[in-house]
């Protein structure tokens, strides 16, 4: 047995099903141990996809991503991946191949300090020196990954440690980490004070955010607003934490949001921010939400607490711990006359249009796709309008809602689909698109057309890069700069050559039919549907 | 210490690359460091860093709970002024031609400085004393020409017995 049979070894220990990754000499000697192994290989077509990929596959499993890639320009390559996860707080082990420990620091061919590179947004970082080492650190990366609030941990292994002999392996029982203990339960004291101002309130919210889906704590809030008749509302990453017609969800908020959402966030008197950073995007100006509110900010990260808005009742702990402790606790509440001044606010969704010689409208669109969609269906948004149309848009049922909020990495929905779908191939995934972040990873239609992952690709085309283009509309006065995606790819023959079937939405008069047959495609299917590049979100 | 400025003791285990964690988190955060001084403790697991930082207490909050959530952090705390001792050394190189050596050897002494190498043109001292002391002797110094200064940035410990915090794993 060598490090990279002990490095197999652990990663089956943990139960991964997947790799995805790019080999390279400096990462071979794992790629050998590998093989037989049981552990399934994905080859994604470039490093970055890999981390998106397992990234996908860790929101959809609950388990650890694992991304596997080689020293220099392959490690260097996976930096936007990981710091994708890091910004949504994904568990990932990306273990990076190294030159020789021997020749580390001396500039040789295919060295990057990778380690260094991502030092400020992995979660931690390992380089092992020593093969003895690999059973503790492997078993102390997937822990560190998965416990508290969760991200990528990178572990960079050089070559000549792959290959280092190893008398025996051992997989520890236990972490023994004396500087990593996360908080799990949250403090008696602290839940005890926001039952007493959830009885002195009349207008309480509930503000979910991504740490609802990472803690899988969705089924224990919901049982809580349902009690109670709070009503929520969520920030983009909390979308699907009720789905989207429940009666108590009032929208997403922030400057995106839903005026009816944002209207509930002033005019509450108890604000519970569950699993949400209190970030720029949901909450532009946190002085608000604290002025004349009970803020209890709920979060496992404890520095998240205070960071954007100072609480009134900070909760450190892990959500779904937490709402357990609430829902054991007996109260007499009902805030069912503050639902109904809220649904005074509520607008009507726009019908489809098919006016303007059968122009698509993209919001329209998009809540057509939802409900034509599984109702259990995952749902990828990309980034850019589409993101925005998507967080509007579509109707959440009993589904999840995939994108890259935190860092907002374009082509991360194709990717980020594949690897929901290993996560439950019987579930239907679909992936939205703008035609420029699909041009930024559409190479990974290889990848699904080579493993046989079915996912459905939609891609909408307005030959811009349209949020920027709006930008520049709203804040440049038109002063259009580096925005048009000229000489546009046939996407009819792209689909061709990787052997995809192709259909098209030009027509909104169309929209039901073609989705239908889109959606009945048994493996992946790319649809592409004009948009108008002047349309604004 | 200076209004605004405070001084936090951090345990951190010995991984490879600890120190960088910690300073590439204050300078990536816009976190001050006035002075930061590493050593390894009585037990050779742990590093001792002693951080001078400024701001406002927001800011100080953030600095405690950002650090302490370092996976390598075993423990930050403030070193509050008044249950503390803070000390720092400092290597004065200064001119002095022989008619004024003896003025400069009677200023050391006035501060418990001693006289650590001596040439022809030049005296080096040793000061050590808490930053305050060490900047006043400076000042005294004035009117001769520094030719090096050598500091070591604050190193600091809790008065008596109470904040002692044992390892025992």
Redesign the interface.
């Given at each position: 047995m060598n490090g990279a049979d002990a490095i197999v070894r652990s990663l089956q220990k943990e139960g991964v099903e997947y790799v995805f990754g790019y080999p390279g000499v400096a990462i071979c000697p794992f790629y050998n141990s590998i093989l037989g192994s049981g552990i399934r290989t994905v080859l994604v077509r470039q490093e970055q996809n890999a981390a998106h990929e397992a990234g996908g596959y860790a929101r959809i499993s609950g388990k650890v991503g694992v991304a596997v890639v080689t020293s220099g320009p392959g490690a260097t390559n996976l930096i936007t991946g990981i710091a994708t996860a890091f910004a949504d707080s994904i568990p990932l082990v990306c273990i990076t191949g190294q030159v020789d420990s021997t020749l580390m620091g001396s500039d040789v061919f295919q060295e990057a300090d990778i380690?260094?590179a991502c030092?400020?947004f992995v979660?931690?970082?390992y380089?092992v020196?020593d093969a003895a080492d690999i059973p503790r650190i492997m078993k102390e990366a997937f822990h560190?990954a998965s416990t508290g609030?969760k991200g990528p941990v990178l572990i960079d292994v050089p070559q000549d440690i792959q290959m280092q002999p190893l008398s025996r392996f051992e997989y520890p029982e236990d972490v023994?980490?004396?500087?990593?203990k996360p908080t799990v339960e949250g403090h008696a004291v602290q839940i005890r004070k926001v039952m007493q101002e959830l009885q002195k309130a009349s207008r309480p919210l509930v503000c979910a955010g991504g740490g609802v889906h990472l803690s899988g704590a969705a089924p224990e809030v919901r049982w809580f607003v349902e009690r109670y008749h709070i009503p929520v509302v969520t920030t983009m990453m909390g979308l699907g934490t009720l789905p989207t017609e429940h009666p108590l969800f009032y929208g997403m908020v922030g400057n995106n949001g839903s005026p009816c959402g944002n209207r509930a966030m002033m005019e509450s008197d108890m604000v519970l921010m569950v699993g949400a950073r209190v970030a720029d995007r949901s909450i532009r100006q946190p002085e608000l939400v604290m002025g004349d509110k009970v803020l209890v900010h709920i979060d496992v990260?404890?520095?998240e607490i205070?960071?954007n808005a100072?609480p009134t009742i900070p909760l450190v702990g892990d959500i779904g711990s937490i709402f357990r402790e609430f829902n054991r606790k007996e109260l007499e509440l009902d805030f069912s006359e503050w639902t109904g001044v809220l649904n005074g606010y509520r607008t009507e969704v726009p019908a489809p249009e098919a006016s303007e010689g059968g122009r698509v409208d993209p919001g329209a669109f998009i809540r057509t796709l939802s409900l034509a969609m599984e109702p259990d269906a995952v749902y990828v948004a990309d980034v850019g309008q589409n993101q925005l149309w998507s967080c509007k848009n579509a109707v959440m049922r009993e589904g999840r809602f995939l994108t890259s909020g935190g860092m907002g990495t374009m082509g991360y929905a194709v990717p980020a689909a594949l690897g929901a779908r290993l996560a439950d191939p019987g579930r239907q995934v679909v992936a939205v698109c703008g035609d420029g972040g699909f041009q930024m990873t559409m190479m990974e239609l290889a990848t699904l057309q080579q493993y046989q992952i079915a996912v459905k690709i939609v891609v909408l085309r307005n030959n811009t890069l349209g949020l920027v283009r709006q930008y520049q509309h709203f804040s440049y006065k038109d002063r259009f700069s580096v925005v048009d995606l000229g000489a546009y790819p046939d996407l009819e023959r792209l689909a061709s050559a990787y052997d995809i079937p192709y259909l098209h939405l030009t027509d909104a008069g169309e929209t039901e039919r073609i989705l239908k047959a889109f959606l009945a495609e048994p493996g992946t299917a790319l649809l592409e549907v004009r948009i108008d590049p002047d349309e604004t979100v | 210490m200076k209004e605004n400025e405070k001084v936090f003791q951090i345990l951190v285990d010995n991984t490879s690359g600890v120190l960088s964690r910690i300073a590439g988190l204050f300078s990536r955060r816009g976190y001050n460091i006035e002075s930061i001084t590493a050593g390894v403790t009585a037990d050779p697991r742990i590093t001792r860093i002693t951080v001078v930082t400024s701001g406002d207490s927001d800011i100080m909050e953030q600095i405690e709970k950002q650090v302490g959530k370092l996976v390598d952090v075993r423990d930050i705390h403030e070193l509050k002024p008044e249950e503390s001792v803070y000390r720092e050394l400092a290597m004065i190189k200064v001119r002095a031609t022989p008619d004024q050596r003896e003025n400069v050897i009677a200023l050391a002494n006035i501060f418990r400085g001693s006289i650590i190498d001596v040439s022809h043109e030049s005296l080096m001292i040793e000061v050590t004393g808490n930053s305050g002391k060490i900047d006043a002797f400076l000042k005294l110094l004035s009117g001769y020409e520094i030719l090096e200064l050598a500091r070591t940035g604050v190193a600091g410990l809790g008065r008596g017995t109470k904040n002692v915090i044992f390892f025992d794993d």
């Open positions: 380690s260094g030092e400020s979660k931690y970082s380089i020196r560190i609030r023994s980490l004396r500087t990593y990260d404890p520095a205070g960071k100072g | -």
